[in-house]
T-cell receptor, first 109, second 114 residues
C-alpha cells in the first residue's frame, strides 16, 4: 500500500531551527513535495525533491533520501508566521500525490 | 480572476440534496483535481482530469461526479449528499499532471451535510 508518515504536532521557539520528518511508501516514485497550510487556508507549495540531497530555499530546506524513503523539511530562524501545518506528499507512478496528514507546527515566543 | 477560484466558500446542505461545487482556473493548466480534507487525515483525491474532455477516479470517488467540458472549469457534483461528505473540499490544478508538476490550490469550500 501507499503511505506517508509524519509527526502530528511539533513545538519550537521563535528564532530556533526545527526539522519535520516524513517517511513515504509509494507505488513508484516521482518526487516528494512539501506544502505549507495555515489554518483555514489552502495549501501552498514549498519544495520539491526528486534526487537525493538537500535543496535550500531561503530559510527553508528540504532533504530527500530515496533509498531510505525519507525526507525532512528544515526551517531556520523561525518566525511566528511559520506557525502552520506542513504537509508531506509523495508522487506515485501515476503522477498522483499521496498526502500525509500534516504536521502542525506551533511556534512559541 | 487570478489563479483558482472556488464557489461557494461554505455551504450547509440537507442530506439527500444535490450540490455542485464550482472550480475555475485561469492559468491554462491542463490538469485539475478535487480533494477532500478531513481532520486527522491527509488530503484525499476524489477525481482528477489530465486534460479537457477526460476525467479519472481518485482514492475516494464514490458519491461524487465531475466533468471537464473546457480547460478552465472543473465542477464537482454530489448527487445525493450524505453526512459523511461533510468536509473541506479543495480544487487544484497543475500544468501537465506529470512528474514534478506543482499543484496550485483554490481557497476551498467548507461543506456541512446535515
Amino acid at each position: 500500500g501507499q503511505n506517508i508518515d509524519q509527526p502530528t504536532e511539533m513545538t519550537a521557539t521563535e528564532g530556533a531551527i526545527v526539522q519535520i520528518n516524513c517517511t513515504y511508501q509509494t507505488s513508484g516514485f516521482n518526487g516528494l513535495f512539501w506544502y505549507q497550510q495555515h489554518a483555514g487556508e489552502a495549501p501552498t507549495f514549498l519544495s520539491y525533491n526528486v534526487l537525493d540531497g538537500l535543496e535550500e530555499k531561503g530559510r527553508f530546506s528540504s532533504f530527500l533520501s530515496r533509498s531510505k524513503g525519507y525526507s525532512y523539511l528544515l526551517l531556520k530562524e523561525l518566525q511566528m508566521k511559520d506557525s502552520a501545518s506542513y504537509l508531506c506528499a509523495g508522487m506515485d507512478s501515476n503522477y498522483q500525490l499521496i498526502w500525509g496528514a500534516g504536521t502542525k507546527l506551533i511556534i512559541k515566543p | 480572476i487570478a489563479g483558482i477560484t472556488q464557489a461557494p466558500t461554505s455551504q450547509i446542505l440537507a442530506a439527500g440534496r444535490r450540490m455542485t461545487l464550482r472550480c475555475t482556473q485561469d492559468m491554462r493548466h491542463n490538469a485539475m483535481y478535487w480533494y477532500r480534507q478531513d481532520l486527522g487525515l491527509g488530503l484525499r483525491l476524489i477525481h482528477y482530469s489530465n486534460t479537457a474532455g477526460t476525467t479519472g477516479k481518485g482514492e475516494v470517488p464514490d458519491g461524487y461526479s465531475v466533468s471537464r467540458a473546457n480547460t478552465d472549469d472543473f465542477p464537482l457534483t454530489l448527487a445525493s449528499a450524505v453526512p459523511s461528505q461533510t468536509s473541506v473540499y479543495f480544487c487544484a490544478s497543475s500544468a501537465q499532471g506529470q512528474g514534478g508538476d506543482t499543484q496550485y490550490f483554490g481557497p476551498g469550500t467548507r461543506l456541512t451535510v446535515l
